[in-house]
T-cell receptor, first 112, second 115 residues
């Protein structure tokens, strides 16, 4: 069965600092991997996805993620965080695009 | 046009009652998904429609939960004999089926509270 672990429940960073959110997955074959962001009162929004090709994936809002098969990881990064990035971030894995398993999320707080 | 919409945005009901939650997908999207998000958790897959038929309903927790999509557009999630444990945010998403590149677009959710 597929599963996702996001070990950090809550992270606080200063505005302008770099960010890395961790994601580890369990899946038997090459997974489809996703990062979503959920802001209060808004629906989940896809930041980026990986299913093949270049292991460094660029997404929206300046985010990127790197697929590392040897570590079963798909960590999300941003070089300089903005106050508007404060939200909850979910990593997800699937056999395709249909039945996707989400992690428990990481809440990001940005301080001035 | 508009994104995925869900109604109602909030629903309060009593234990044992029947509820219906509605999802209007993005126009032209052939796939539709339902998820449940409990407090402090990520979304949990419930069911996935391709067109009018349920392609995968393995996430429905028990036979009190049922979903339909009779005309391949709007979908209704139905919960019978609600229990307090059903309290959660129910999310709907839709996508195109386009050569394995389907991105799911999510609605704002319906927050269900069972008293």
């Amino acid at each position: 069965a597929q599963s996702v672990t996001q070990p950090d429940i809550h992270i606080t960073v200063s505005e302008g600092a770099s960010l890395e959110l961790r994601c580890n997955y369990s899946y038997g074959a090459t997974p489809y991997l996703f990062w979503y962001v959920q802001s209060p009162g808004q629906g989940l929004q896809l930041l980026l996805k990986y299913f093949s090709g270049d292991t460094l994936v660029q997404g929206i809002k300046g985010f990127e993620a790197e697929f590392k098969r040897s570590q079963s990881s798909f960590n999300l990064r941003k070089p300089s965080v903005h106050w508007s990035d404060a939200a909850e971030y979910f990593c997800a894995v699937g056999a395709g695009y249909q039945k996707v398993t989400f992690g428990t999320g990481t809440k990001l707080q940005v301080i001035p | 046009g508009a994104g995925v919409s869900q109604t109602p945005s909030n629903k309060v009901t009593e234990k044992g009652k029947y509820v219906e939650l509605r999802c209007d997908p993005i126009s032209g999207h052939t796939a539709l998904y339902w998820y449940r998000q409990s407090l402090g958790q990520g979304p949990e897959f419930l069911i996935y429609f391709q067109g009018t038929g349920a392609a995968d309903d393995s996430g429905l927790p028990n036979d009190r939960f049922f979903a339909v999509r009779p005309e391949g557009s709007v979908s209704t999630l139905k919960i019978q004999r609600t229990e307090r444990g059903d309290s959660a945010v129910y999310l709907c998403a839709s996508s195109l089926i386009a050569g394995g590149q389907e991105t799911q677009y999510f609605g704002p959710g319906t927050r269900l509270l069972v008293l």
